[in-house]
């Protein structure tokens, strides 16, 4: 029967946590009816323009949904598939 040696089960537990699947939780989403300019411009495809277009919007009509940012002009299906994952309403 063989023996593992302290150091080969300690490089054994790094490399399975070192692969173990990233998962996402609800800090690392920005929330669209709250970022400041800054946090929107994070997203991919969200420059100062349309940052601002975001928080005029929320102004007047909070998002109920993510999806509703679409409801912002120059935000159409293809920049919403791209942040999806990225946005939180509260």
Known sequence: MSTFKPAAITLIMVLV????????????????????????????????????????????????????IMQVSGIGEKTYQDIEEMIAVE
């Open 17 to 68: 946590l070192m692969l173990a699947p990233v998962t996402s939780s609800a800090q690392d989403t920005v929330n669209i009816n709250s970022a400041d300019s800054k946090e929107l411009t994070s997203l991919p495809g969200i420059g100062p323009a349309l940052a601002e277009r975001i928080i005029e919007h929320r102004e007047r009509f909070p998002f109920e949904s993510t999806e509703d």
